[in-house]
C-alpha cells in the first residue's frame, strides 16, 4: 500500500502518554502545558489493536515514545502484547532514560528488541539548566542497564542545538563507544512545540561533519540501503556514528513512517496540522476491518512532505506560538513522541 508520492506505510510511532518527567528547551520550552484528558489516552488493549491492524497493511517497525513512555506504568505489558503480533519485526522505543534504569530487564525480557536513549550532554550542570531536570546520573545508570540487559544496537539521540552542547560532539562519540552505542546527532528542528526555535541555533549537518573531521580526520559514509533518517559515518577507527539532518537536508522522499498519539490520533506527518481521530470508531464498535479500511484510504491520500515544505519558507521562525499550542496540544512534539 503505497501513498501517493508511492511511499509504503512502514513505521509507527505509537505515543503513550503526553506527560513528561524533563522539560527539554527544544521540546517543552514553557512553564504550563495543556494535558491531554485522562479518559482519552488509549488502554494497552486499544493499542495493541491498532498496531495489530497497522500490522496488517504493512507496518513492520513500531516504536513506543511519548512524553516520556516509561511513564506509563506497566510499560512491559504493552511490549508483550505487542510482540505477540508476529508482522511487527522491529519492536523499540525513544526514551529519556531517567526511569529506564529499574524496567530494563523487565522490558527486555517483555521482548522490547531495542532502545533509543536520548543523551544530549555529558555535563549534568547543562542538563539541569537546558531540560530542568538534575538526575543526569540516572541517565547514565539507564544507557548502562540497557546494556546490561542485552539490548543489541544501543543508540544515543542527541539533539544539537548551537550554544549548548554543539562543543561536545566528540565527547559524546567517545561516550557511545565506551558504551557499545552509537550516537545519532539531529540537528534541531522547528517542530510543535519548538517555541524557542530559530535558525540561527541550527548546527547543520555539513557543519557537523566540518568539526568532528577537524578532530578525526577523515570521516567515511556508510554506504546501506534502508528508509533509516540517520546518514551513518565511520571514523578511521571503524567508530561510526549518525547524522539525522532533518532541517537542512530533509528525508520527506523516502518516508514511511507516521504515529499516533497517546489518545488515538493519527498524524501522517510531524508537521501535518491536524490528524486523524481513530480514537472514536475504535470506541464506537468499528470492526478491525473497518479500521484498516480508513486507515488505507487516507494512507493512499498521503502527499505530506512537512520538513520539505519548511525548507523554502523565508525568514523562518518557530513553527507555532505558545497560544497555539495550548489551543490543541496536538501540535506539540512531546504529544506526537518525535
Ligand atoms: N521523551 C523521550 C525522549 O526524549 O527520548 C521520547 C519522546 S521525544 C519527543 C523523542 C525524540 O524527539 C527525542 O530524541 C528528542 O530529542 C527529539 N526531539 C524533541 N524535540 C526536538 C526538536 N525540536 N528537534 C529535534 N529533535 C527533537
Ligand atoms: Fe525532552 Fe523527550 Fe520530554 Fe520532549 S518528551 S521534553 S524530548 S524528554
Ligand atoms: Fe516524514 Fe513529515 Fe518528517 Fe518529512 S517532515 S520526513 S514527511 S514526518
Known amino acids: 500500500m503505497k501513498d501517493r508520492l508511492g511511499r509504503p506505510l512502514g513505521s509507527l510511532r505509537l505515543s503513550v502518554t503526553d506527560r513528561c518527567n524533563m522539560r527539554c528547551r527544544y521540546c517543552m520550552p514553557n512553564e504550563e502545558y495543556v ?45 508483550d502484547m505487542l510482540r505477540r503480533e508476529e508482522r511487527i519485526t522491529d519492536l523499540a522505543m525513544t526514551t529519556n532514560g531517567l526511569l529506564l534504569a529499574r524496567c530494563a530487564e523487565d522490558l527486555k525480557r517483555a521482548g522490547l ?16 539548566e537546558f531540560a530542568r531536570n538534575t538526575r543526569h546520573a540516572d541517565v547514565l545508570a539507564g544507557i548502562a542497564a540497557a546494556r546490561a540487559a542485552g539490548f543489541a544496537r544501543l543508540k544515543l539521540n542527541t539533539v544539537v542545538v548551537r550554544g549548548y552542547n554543539d562543543d561536545e560532539l566528540a565527547d559524546l562519540i567517545e561516550f557511545a563507544r565506551a558504551q557499545a552505542a552509537e550516537v545519532r546527532f539531529i540537528e534541531y528542528m522547528d517542530v510543535g512545540g519548538a517555541t524557542e526555535w530559530s535558525l540561527d541555533q541550527v548546527v547543520s549537518q555539513r557543519e557537523m561533519l566540518e568539526v568532528l573531521s577537524r578532530r578525526y580526520g577523515r570521516i567515511k559514509a556508510v554506504v546501506e540501503a534502508s528508509n533509516a533518517p540517520a546518514e551513518r559515518f ?17 528525508f520527506c522522499r523516502s518516508c514511511d513512517r507516521s504515529r499516533v498519539t497517546a489518545d488515538g490520533t493519527w498524524f501522517l506527518c ?69
Open 234 to 250: 565511520r571514523l578511521s577507527d571503524g567508530t561510526t556514528f549518525g547524522v539525522i539532518a532533518s532541517t537542512t537536508a530533509p
Open 35 to 79: 494535558w491531554l484528558p485522562r479518559q482519552s489516552i488509549l488502554t494497552f488493549e486499544e493499542l495493541a489493536r491498532l498496531a495489530r491492524i497497522f500490522a496488517g497493511l504493512g507496518v513492520t517497525k513500531v516504536r513506543l515514545t511519548g512524553g516520556e513512555p516509561l511513564l506509563r506504568h506497566e510499560l512491559p505489558m504493552l511490549v
Open 113 to 128: 528488541q531495542r532502545v533509543t536513549v536520548s543523551l544530549d550532554t555529558l555535563r549534568p550542570e547543562r542538563m539541569a
Open 270 to 338: 510531524l508537521y501535518a496540522e491536524r490528524g486523524i481521530d481513530l480514537r472514536e470508531p475504535l470506541r464506537s464498535g468499528a470492526t478491525d476491518d473497518e479500521m484498516a479500511g480508513l486507515i488505507a484510504e487516507t494512507w493512499r491520500g498521503r502527499a505530506d512532505r512537512g520538513a520539505e515544505e519548511r525548507l523554502g519558507i523565508a525568514q523562518r521562525g518557530a513553527l507555532y506560538r505558545i497560544e497555539s499550542l495550548r489551543a490543541d496540544p496536538h501540535r506539540e512534539m512531546h504529544t506526537r513522541g518525535g
